[in-house]
């Protein structure tokens, strides 16, 4: 969430990924060659190899999850024969509004938007309608379902967030002291918290003992010192495990405990990063359990809406894509050092997802 906030404290791996030119702006378009002739099996939009201008604009940067769905759904693009223009505004309201109305008054067919979180954006995605461009969105406001042809993606929050809670309840025999990490005001926030508050009503076992959670550019900063104090309050034997809605709080939560020497308090969290499976790979680590979704794949069926809108076809107003469970246990049991790209190998069919596929696009794929 993965996925969520309005600025992100700035991951070191996250750098050194491909997408640098979303660090505070924007990554030209690709330049795929086109190749002489028609294309048969192809909706008419494509058939004769027509330009297709797609561009990706994102409220939320700085973050592992941020370059990879950039990077999913560039790639899915330009596999397609589409030319991608990619957009981070790093939490900045102002630039993230500047982008989509940029895009309304230029020659995009397609706009992909994520994490659009306020009125303004319900008003921008009109605007992008009025002008005839087909629009997907990801996290964004609810309100948006009032907005004709546009389709609403999220991850399916009610199942992350009962992956995680009823593993957490299983491991303690439905008794435990925990602390939540939590932070109002964001719509997958919201739905997590739903999961959280009934599994509590039906676990009377589960004891919430101290709560934290704020949405700052230091959200990992500010947990861990939360964190600290919170285990100097509760010595051991009065805080059994942290539920952390957020992989910014986990990572917070990690470290304090780390710092503390205090690893039999044990972490379930959300989310999944290169920083995340780092942390939870390293001995003696308290984070036992994550639930998540391949953030690449989510670009990815992002992108293939988005096609299947430009072919005339037909799309679902909403869809929440399927979550999974990673475990520590899964990750120590491969010889290497598993990130996001080898997590494919630890846990079953991460990452794939043949949703919205249709047999044409493999056609272009293979033309292109």
């Given at each position: 969430m993965r996925k969520i906030f309005k600025k992100l404290a700035v991951s070191g791996l996250t750098l050194t990924l491909l997408l640098t030119g979303c660090s505070g702006g924007e990554q030209g378009a690709s330049s795929n060659e086109k190749k002489p002739g028609k294309i048969e099996n192809v909706p008419e939009r494509f058939a004769n190899g027509e330009e297709v201008k797609v561009?990706?604009?994102?409220?939320?940067?700085?973050?592992?999850?941020?370059?990879?769905?950039?990077?999913?759904?560039?790639?899915?693009?330009?596999?397609?024969?589409?030319?991608?223009?990619?957009?981070?505004?790093?939490?900045?309201?102002?630039?993230?509004?500047d982008a989509i109305e940029q895009a309304a008054n230029q020659d995009y067919d397609g706009v992909v938007i994520s994490h659009g979180d306020d009125a303004a954006t319900v008003d921008a995605v009109k605007k992008l309608r009025e002008k005839g461009k087909s629009v997907v969105t990801f996290d964004s406001v609810e309100d948006l379902k009032s907005v004709d042809g546009?389709?609403?993606?999220?991850?399916?929050?009610?199942?992350?967030?009962?992956?995680?809670?009823?593993?957490?309840?299983?491991?303690?025999?439905?008794?435990?002291?925990?602390?939540?990490l939590w932070v109002d005001g964001f719509p997958p926030m919201v739905r997590r918290?739903?999961?959280?508050?009934?599994?509590?009503?039906?676990?009377?076992?589960?004891?919430?003992?101290?709560?934290?959670?704020?949405?700052?550019?230091?959200?990992?900063?500010?947990?861990?010192?939360?964190?600290?104090?919170?285990?100097?309050?509760?010595?051991?034997?009065?805080?059994?495990?942290?539920?952390?809605?957020?992989?910014?709080?986990?990572?917070?939560?990690?470290?304090?405990?780390?710092?503390?020497?205090?690893?039999?308090?044990?972490?379930?969290?959300?989310?999944?990063?290169?920083a995340d499976l780092q942390l939870m790979q390293e001995k003696g680590s308290s984070w036992k359990y994550t639930a998540a979704v391949d953030p690449a794949l989510i670009g990815k069926i992002d992108m293939r809406i988005l096609a299947k809108k430009l072919a005339?076809?037909?799309?679902?107003?909403?869809?929440?894509?399927?979550?999974?469970?990673?475990?520590?246990?899964?990750?120590?049991?491969?010889?290497?050092?598993?990130?996001?790209?080898?997590?494919?190998?630890?846990?079953?069919?991460?990452?794939?997802?043949?949703?919205?596929?249709?047999?044409?696009?493999k056609t272009l794929k293979e033309h292109y």
């Open positions: 561009k990706v604009i994102r409220k939320i940067g700085g973050d592992d999850h941020t370059v990879q769905f950039l990077a999913g759904a560039k790639k899915e693009g330009e596999d397609l024969g589409f030319k991608v223009d990619v957009f981070t505004a790093n939490g900045d309201t102002a630039k993230f509004h546009v389709t609403l993606t999220s991850q399916d929050d009610k199942a992350l967030a009962t992956l995680s809670l009823d593993q957490l309840v299983k491991d303690f025999n439905g008794k435990a002291k925990i602390a939540y918290n739903a999961v959280y508050e009934e599994t509590l009503k039906k676990n009377s076992g589960i004891k919430e003992v101290e709560r934290f959670g704020v949405a700052a550019a230091d959200t990992s900063v500010q947990t861990q010192n939360a964190v600290q104090a919170m285990l100097r309050k509760y010595p051991k034997g009065k805080l059994d495990a942290i539920y952390a809605t957020w992989d910014a709080f986990a990572i917070g939560a990690a470290r304090a405990i780390k710092e503390a020497g205090r690893d039999e308090v044990k972490i379930y969290g959300i989310d999944v990063s290169n005339g076809e037909e799309t679902p107003q909403e869809y929440a894509l399927d979550a999974s469970l990673i475990s520590q246990k899964e990750l120590s049991s491969s010889k290497e050092t598993v990130n996001m790209e080898s997590l494919k190998n630890v846990v079953p069919n991460w990452g794939k997802s043949d949703e919205f596929e249709e047999e044409w696009m």
